[in-house]
T-cell receptor, first 109, second 116 residues
């Protein structure tokens, strides 16, 4: 079974700061997903990665397959970025997601 | 990507009663999943809803407690039966069209359930 570890568990930043959230996993994967969950409970998919790097607006996601590690970066953070960010992976031929415990980000104005 | 309408968004229920949660997808999808998120915890997969056959339940979850229907490729329901306060959680459905490696996932907006 894949173990997905995220760090930090909680993160508080000031508006404008550069944010990094880390995710590591124990077994080879087919894809890694970064998800965003707002206080209401709904979840939005931010990125799906199997290699390299992806960018969308102020969000950047990278993955190092050899090191079994991914990072989510937020540039010029804003209070509306406050949410729980969840890393999840799929492996082999399974469509089941294995989730990390999430990182709660609070961005203060 | 698919769009999911999940209802209800929240409910407060009496112990011993049942609640049925619905997810309607705007397009046909291959895989549909139901998750529970207990307070302060990450998501736990309850079951995979299979079209035209019985759902596949994860360890610790049983059909009598969480009956699931999936009559077609765009709709599914999850019922939380004989509720107790320990069932207070957020319940979410999720779909993927092409599978985990080939496609992304879309999540419903969640149902926040409080059992009193």
């Amino acid at each position: 079974k894949n173990e997905v570890e995220q760090s930090p568990q909680n993160l508080t930043a000031q508006e404008g700061e550069f944010i990094t959230i880390n995710c590591s996993y124990s077994v080879g994967i087919s894809a890694l997903h970064w998800l965003q969950q707002h206080p209401g409970g709904g979840i939005v998919s931010l990125f799906m990665l199997s290699s390299g790097k992806k960018k969308h607006g102020r969000l950047i996601a990278t993955i190092n397959i050899q090191e079994k590690h991914s990072s989510l970066h937020i540039t010029a953070s804003h209070p509306r970025d406050s949410a729980v960010y969840i890393c999840a992976v799929t492996q082999g031929g399974s469509e089941k997601l294995v989730f990390g415990k999430g990182t709660k980000l609070t961005v203060n104005p | 990507s698919a769009v999911i309408s999940q209802k209800p968004s929240r409910d407060i229920c009496q112990r011993g009663t049942s609640l049925t949660i619905q997810c309607q997808v705007d397009s046909q999808v291959t895989m549909m999943f139901w998750y529970r998120q207990q307070p302060g915890q990450s998501l736990t997969l309850i079951a995979t809803a299979n079209q035209g056959s019985e759902a596949t339940y994860e360890s610790g979850f049983v059909i009598d407690k969480f009956p699931i229907s999936r009559p077609n490729l765009t709709f599914s329901t999850l019922t939380v039966s004989n509720m107790s306060p320990e069932d207070s959680s957020i319940y979410l459905c999720s779909v993927t069209k092409a599978g985990g490696a080939g496609g992304g996932y879309t999540f419903g907006s969640g149902t926040r359930l409080t059992v009193v």
